[in-house]
């Protein structure tokens, strides 16, 4: 990848303040990208690949390193908050089509929280208490709601102890691997066997799509764009080396549970790393590994939640979006009528979906908005800027769009039709938006045109008489 970064940074007078640098980032993103999916997902490759989980893992990384390519052009290039939908507008200048872009970025953070809900309610939490699943589930939501409610202070506060935990639950799972591996315990033979009813390459891609949940997350770093030290040196070091510390870690994972677990026992668990835990012998209480499953699993609902909600208030805000989302409670200051949005949404697809069918739907989702930055990046190819950036040839760009369409192209009908429904939705709540606004501009208009003070011309009609007038 061809690049230009070794000039000065960025110099801007306005924005916010640069402080966050190369290691910082690297830190952000790494804990973005490791998120809870992995936790919960090894089972559904193994069902569709069985022990050769690994493959769909490298194909998604594959897919994911193209994508970050473009994003670290287009990040470094136009280092400003916004992410796609920013990128999508500079190019084309359609309301309409950015606004459909950050409406499918709020989508997918809705999706993800009920796909990680459903993962919470179940074999992890069954390890502690014998509850069922959807009220469980539906109260999960409520409480990460009040969380949310109550202000982001308090939603993030406790983001980087739970990451931390979320990765010390990964690193546990590779070591307990390593020591049953190491001891002559578990079979390698498993890593090269598909799953025996399913056709291999049809199975592949099947899992690919799974796997490629597990990476998403570097895309939230363009958020972060306005606060980065000279952008165009640490972005794409940071983000690349993010991705490929998350796939080191994702792959140890998945060769790991299946040399100490059967693929097929994977396949029917909602825990699958619980299952490495109990199958090791070792004693490393099952309970213990739980608790830290759930709290990876959490944090990450709450902060797709809290993403999700700022989105709404963020597209209200300019607009896009019925002006009700733009209310926030008085004195938290927090979008209440988002955050409601939010959950209601969430708690439906909860009850409608399962883990597997909510992640492939968020994946759908932001294949369509990679594929927006992706066309974006080419579109944007002959702008000019007065800074130093990251640069991809067009090959990559043009790459990631295949790889994006062949995705796309092995989604089944219910998650297409979730897909329409969301699209139908947003177009209806864009329409309604921008119907009251034009509303608001043609009532403002009126309201400032002073009343004509000016005698009428000879000639013409008599201006109407005030009753004084007449009077006198």
Do not use: C
């Not at 690049?3 to 924005?15: F, L, Q, R, S």
């Not at 897909?419 to 309201?447: C, N, Q, S, W």
């Amino acid at each position: 990848m061809a690049h230009d970064v070794d000039a000065a940074p960025v110099e801007e007078k306005h924005g916010l303040k640069r402080v966050v640098g190369v290691w910082l980032l690297f830190a952000f993103i790494v804990g973005d990208t490791l998120g809870a999916g992995i936790y919960t997902l090894v089972g559904t490759m193994a069902l569709d690949v069985g022990g050769v989980i690994w493959l769909p893992l490298l194909i998604a990384l594959v897919v994911a390193l193209l994508t970050a390519g473009t994003y670290a052009e287009l990040i470094t290039k136009y280092p400003h908050a916004g992410g796609a939908a920013r990128y999508v507008e500079r190019a084309f200048g359609i309301p309409f089509v950015s606004f459909l872009v950050g409406f499918l970025m709020m989508a997918s953070g809705i999706t993800t929280a009920a796909a990680l809900a459903n993962a919470f309610a179940g074999d992890y939490l069954a390890s502690l208490v014998d509850l069922p699943a959807a009220p469980m589930a539906v109260a999960f939501i409520l409480v990460l709601t009040l969380i949310n409610l109550r202000g982001v202070r308090e939603s993030l506060g406790a983001n980087m102890v739970a990451a931390m935990i979320e990765v010390s639950g990964l690193v546990l799972i590779i070591v307990i691997a390593a020591i049953v591996f190491g001891s002559g315990g578990g079979d390698p033979s498993r890593l090269v066997e598909f799953a025996p009813d399913v056709p291999p390459l049809q199975g592949a891609f099947a899992a690919t799509i799974i796997a490629f949940f597990s990476f998403l997350g570097f895309e939230a770093a363009a958020n972060m764009a306005e606060e980065v030290k000279n952008p165009s040196r640490a972005y794409p070091r940071a983000l690349f080396g993010a991705i490929l510390t998350a796939a080191v870690v994702y792959l140890l994972i998945a060769i790991g549970a299946v040399i100490v677990v059967p693929p097929a026992d994977l396949a029917e668990s909602t825990g699958p790393l619980l299952e490495v835990v109990t199958a090791s012998g070792l004693p490393v209480p099952g309970w213990l590994f739980s608790i830290i499953a759930l709290i990876a699993i959490a944090n990450g609902a709450l902060l797709f939640m809290v993403m999700a909600s700022r989105v709404g208030y963020g597209l209200g805000e300019a607009g896009l979006l019925p002006r009700a989302f733009r209310r926030v409670l008085p004195n938290r200051r927090t979008p209440w009528v988002s955050i409601v949005v939010v959950a209601a949404v969430t708690i439906l697809l909860t009850l409608l979906g399962d883990v597997a069918t909510l992640a492939e739907t968020t994946v759908l989702l932001l294949l369509l908005v990679f594929l927006s930055a992706n066309v974006s990046v080419l579109v944007l190819k002959k702008d000019r800027v007065d800074h130093p950036h990251f640069s991809v040839p067009r090959i990559v760009p043009i790459l990631a769009i295949i790889a994006s369409v062949v995705l796309l192209t092995q989604q089944t009908g219910p998650v297409w039709l979730g897909t329409l429904v969301y699209l139908a939705v947003g177009a209806v709540l864009f329409v309604v938006a921008r119907a009251r606004r034009k509303h608001e501009i043609r009532t403002e208009r009126i309201d400032v045109i002073p009343p004509s003070t000016e005698p009428a011309p000879s000639g013409s009609p008599e201006a109407p008489r005030s009753d004084g007038d007449r009077d006198r």
